[in-house]
């Protein structure tokens, strides 16, 4: 079956816009991540939801950073007014269950300029 | 200080041989053990999942953990060029995971 996809794979933004970062996480698969991943570095943790609700977004830099899943399957990742130190990989990843395995999408690699 | 720390790398080896990757935390509280493969440009992918001491086999890839000394290790054998990528060790607590920054591993032919 298909994996969790993101789109768009790349995007560039001018400093000061607003992005919309999109998830696809697998069919069925209750929980839902997402990370950021900067150059050369492992990814850390933003926000998770459980079905629509976000249990936990300490993990969120700022309040220009938003995630919404409304109807508890695709999920958005919005980021207001980007910085340049908002440049990063931002990976999602969706899991049957909480505890198990975490399945990860391509990521969406995104460069503020 | 990180919560994890893995050894940095990278490491160039030849076909055939055997690499060894090790991360140590300092969280006596995670409770799973992981190693994702990143190859570039693509997102991680979970290579092993373990949760107690001891090795767990999978084919070519053995998963090593001590959670007394706090340590953690991934050895490929019979390395093969498909192998060349970034290897992230990661450890769960509650859900949340927490990643290494990972070891880039290039198998030369």
């Known amino acids: 079956g298909a994996g969790v996809s993101q789109s768009p794979r790349y995007k560039v933004a001018k400093r000061g816009q607003d992005v919309a970062l999109r998830c696809d996480p697998i069919s069925g698969h209750v929980s839902l991540f997402w990370y950021q991943q900067a150059l050369g570095q492992g990814p850390e943790f933003l926000t998770y939801f459980q079905n629509e609700a976000q249990l936990d977004k300490s993990g969120l830099p700022s309040d220009r950073f938003f995630a919404e899943r409304p109807e508890g399957s695709v999920s958005t990742l919005k980021i207001q007014r980007t910085q340049q130190e908002d440049s990063a990989v931002y990976l999602c990843a969706s899991s049957p269950r909480t505890g198990s395995e975490q399945f990860f999408g391509p990521g969406t690699r995104l460069t503020v300029l | 200080q990180k919560e994890v720390e893995q050894d940095p790398g990278p490491l160039s080896v030849p076909e055939g041989a055997i690499v060894s990757l090790n991360c140590t935390y300092s969280n006596s509280a995670f409770q799973y053990f992981m190693w994702y493969r990143q190859y570039s440009r693509k997102g991680p992918e979970l290579l092993m999942y373990?949760?107690?001491?001891g090795n767990k086999e999978d084919g070519r890839f053995t998963a090593q953990v001590d959670k007394s000394s706090k340590y953690i290790s991934l050895f490929i054998r019979d390395s093969q060029p498909s192998d060349s990528a970034t290897y992230l060790c990661a450890m769960e607590k509650d859900y949340k995971l927490s990643f290494g920054a990972g070891t880039t591993v290039t198998v030369r032919a």
């Open positions: 373990t949760y107690s001491s």
